[in-house]
Structures are given as structure tokens and as C-alpha cells.
């Protein structure tokens, strides 16, 4: 293994890879963000927020397994390009939803459901697009650089975050929605330019087999690879009972009182504190008890979202969501330096999969979980809920999941 945490860095062509999921995933976080803080224009309603959430996890669910089989027997270069396209089709959407005619022809309400069917849209192309992107990194690096290949593509997803949700913020003080949707546009499409400079990659799966058994070879790698299983499963309950996030919007216009560029730098303090972390974990690695630091950091990330449920300041708002983060990215480190040295090539879409359904769907059913709780104990109650569950959830698979307490790489 390099000692050289930069080393991928000297790839050519991983350049490319980076550079162009930077550029994709700031697009894809800002849309996130004037989706959030445009829903809630619209309804004044947290459950609308919720119902967000839950448009994208349905279709990315519905199609996550079957995004595995499909991405391990087919080439991931051309498959990539093909989603960046569809979702630019899906940005375009928006921009008629938010412009002059659409707002004086339609009812808040109808356009909040088109809306909900635009975002329905992008789970479906999420559910092809993020294990392609993961699967990938392993055909672009050598297996001795692996980890450090794996650091600094979670740091480039990051700071794409970062950049994506306090722009988005900006560019809504500034130029208003409809404005600012030109600009994810702009950065789909250079995302999408960047990309194709990349090489056709080989198809490890050229058997003939039937979906269902592909799919089931996939779930069951997961099942039996403690080592994932366990580190999947505290992170999908952490994220779905802590999702504060999902109600910035709310606390920025109601409770914190700040406005779009405040709740832009909300939205980016999280992602503040990850890429922190994230970076000094790249330049110094755990070397050791990754088990026992990851309990602990989940933990701290609960605590943080109740700070942040009983504020009533701007600082100190950021500084619980900046903590938050910084926990968030130690985690995001250990999952995906296990997920990249444990799973072998030709499953790697398929485990890609199956990590998008535990992970990256947690958040929208995390969202729609903050939602329904806001609407039914109150907004402030709910999320202080959510980080009590968050540490109870730690505290259980900490006597539950010994191996996970112990484990090591």
C-alpha cells in the first residue's frame, strides 16, 4: 500500500473522474437545496418537505437492486453518461416548474406535486448513477492505492456537497430559483464533459444469469461480510432517526430567522465538518479500533442534532451541524475504505446497490421520517427525538454487534 495519501492523484484519468463528479454532485446538492427551500415556499408545510424525501426513495428503492445486476453486466463509462443526461433532462423540468408561467398558471399545491414527480425521476436515475460511480473507482486505481483512491473520491463528493449546498443559497438571494436552475444545468452538463474523457471499462460478469439470482448473489455477499453488514446497519439507523437536515429550511425561515444565504451555510455545515474530517483522516489514517471510533462518532452525531433541536442562535446551530459533520465523515471513511477492499470486481455494482438502498436512501427516508415527526410532536420536539433514537440505536447495536466493536482493518 502507497504511504503517499495523494498518490491517485498522478492517474490521468482519475483526475477526470473526480473533477467530473465534483462539478455533477455540486449541481446535484444545490438542486437539493433550492428544491427544499422552494417546497417550502410554496406549502409552508413540513410534511411537504417530507414528501420530497419520500419521491426519490420510492423509485430509488424500487430500482437499486436491479441497478446492481444491470451495472456489473453492462459498460459503466457509457452507462454514467447516459444518467447525466437524463437527470440534465430532469433539471430542465425544473426550470419550466419554476418559471413566470407556471407560477401563474398553476396553483402552489400542483406544482409542488410536479415537482414531487420530477424528484421521483431523479431517485430512479440516482439508483443507476451512484453505484456506477463507486463501482468505478476500482477500474481507475490500482489495488494498491485503492484506499487512498477511495479518501479522496469521499473528499471530492464532499466538497462538491459543501459547494453545491451554500451556493445554492446564494445564487437564490441572488438571481431567485428559476435563475439559479440555469446554473445546475451549466454544471450537469460540464460534469458530463469531464466524464466522457474516461476510458470504456471492463465487464467482470459475462455469464448468463438470471436477474434474480445476480441480485441475490449480491445480497447475500453483503449478508454474510459482517464487516459491511454491521457498518451499513448503524449508519441506515443513524441517518434515518437524525435527520435533521431535512427541516433546515424550516428552522432558517421560523425559528433562526436568517434567510437564504444563512440557510445556504446550514445547509453546507454539515458537509463543512465532514470534508474536515475527511481530510485529516486522508493525511493520517486510523490505523487502528475503527470499530469502536465509529460507535463513538455516531453517538457524538446524535448528541449534536439534539444541540441543534434546542438552539435558538445562528452560531450555535452551525457549530452542532459542523460537529454533526464531523462525525458523519468519519464514518464516511470507514464504510467506504471497507466497502472498496472487501468487495470483489464483479460484484462491485451490485454491492455498490445495496450500499445505495442502506445509505444513500436512509436520507430520504430520513427526511420523510423528520417530516411526518415534525407534523405530528412539532418541529423542535421531533428532531430532539431523532437524536435520542440515533444514540439509542448506538447504544443497542453496541451490546448487539460485538464484532463490529472489535473490528479492524
Known amino acids: 500500500m502507497s504511504k503517499n495519501p495523494y498518490a491517485p492523484l498522478s492517474i490521468k484519468e482519475f483526475k477526470y473522474f473526480i473533477g467530473g463528479r465534483f462539478i455533477f454532485i455540486m449541481g446535484l446538492r444545490m438542486t437539493g437545496t433550492v428544491i427544499g427551500w422552494w417546497i417550502y415556499l410554496l406549502t409552508n408545510s413540513p410534511l411537504a418537505l417530507g414528501l420530497v424525501g419520500l419521491s426519490e426513495v420510492v423509485t430509488a428503492l424500487s430500482l437499486a437492486l436491479y441497478a446492481g ?49 420530477v424528484i421521483a425521476c431523479t431517485g430512479a436515475i440516482r439508483a443507476f448513477s451512484g453505484p456506477a460511480f463507486g463501482s468505478m473507482i476500482s477500474q481507475i486505481v490500482p489495488k494498491e492505492l485503492l484506499p487512498a483512491g477511495a479518501s479522496i473520491s469521499s473528499a471530492t463528493w464532499l466538497v462538491g456537497s459543501i459547494m453545491g449546498h451554500a451556493l445554492g443559497g446564494f445564487f437564490i438571494a ?95 455545515a454539515t458537509d463543512i465538518g465532514s470534508i474536515t474530517t475527511v481530510t485529516i483522516l486522508t493525511i493520517r489514517p486510523l490505523m487502528r479500533n475503527q470499530g469502536k471510533i465509529l460507535f463513538y462518532a455516531v453517538a457524538g452525531f446524535g448528541m449534536c442534532i ?63 421520517e423528520s417530516g411526518v415527526a415534525a407534523k405530528i410532536m412539532g418541529i423542535i420536539p421531533s428532531v430532539v427525538f431523532g437524536g435520542c433514537m440515533t444514540i439509542g440505536v448506538v447504544v ?14
Open 69 to 117: 445486476h444491470y451495472i456489473d453486466k453492462n459498460e459503466k463509462r457509457t452507462l454514467l453518461l447516459k444518467t447525466i443526461l437524463l437527470y440534465a433532462i430532469c433539471v430542465v423540468l425544473l426550470l419550466l416548474l419554476s418559471s413566470t408561467y407556471c407560477t401563474n398558471h398553476f396553483d402552489s399545491w400542483t406544482i409542488a406535486y410536479l415537482i414531487f414527480g
Open 174 to 268: 441572488l438571481m431567485g430559483i428559476h435563475n439559479t436552475f440555469f446554473v445546475v444545468l451549466s454544471f450537469t452538463i460540464i460534469g458530463f464533459l469531464l466524464l466522457r474523457n474516461l476510458l470504456p471499462k471492463p465487464v467482470f460478469v459475462t455469464t448468463a444469469q438470471k436477474t434474480w439470482q445476480s441480485v441475490k448473489e449480491g445480497i447475500e455477499y453483503v449478508f454474510k461480510t459482517k464487516e459491511i453488514l454491521g457498518t451499513l446497519s448503524l449508519d441506515l439507523f443513524a441517518v434515518l432517526f437524525g435527520g435533521a437536515v431535512a427541516m433546515v429550511p424550516i428552522f432558517a425561515k421560523d425559528i433562526l430567522h436568517i434567510g437564504p444565504i444563512g440557510f445556504g451555510w446550514l445547509n453546507a
Open 306 to 368: 439534539i444541540v441543534f433541536a434546542l438552539s435558538n442562535l445562528f452560531w450555535l446551530s452551525f457549530i452542532a451541524l459542523l460537529i454533526s459533520g464531523c462525525m458523519d465523515g468519519v464514518s464516511v471513511i470507514i464504510r467506504g475504505t471497507i466497502l472498496q477492499l472487501k468487495t470483489p470486481d464483479e460484484l462491485r455494482g451490485r454491492v455498490m446497490s445495496v450500499n445505495s438502498m442502506f445509505i444513500n436512501s436512509s436520507n430520504e427516508l430520513g427526511q420523510f
Open 396 to 409: 443497542a447495536t453496541w451490546f448487539r454487534a460485538p464484532s463490529l466493536r472489535k473490528m479492524q482493518y
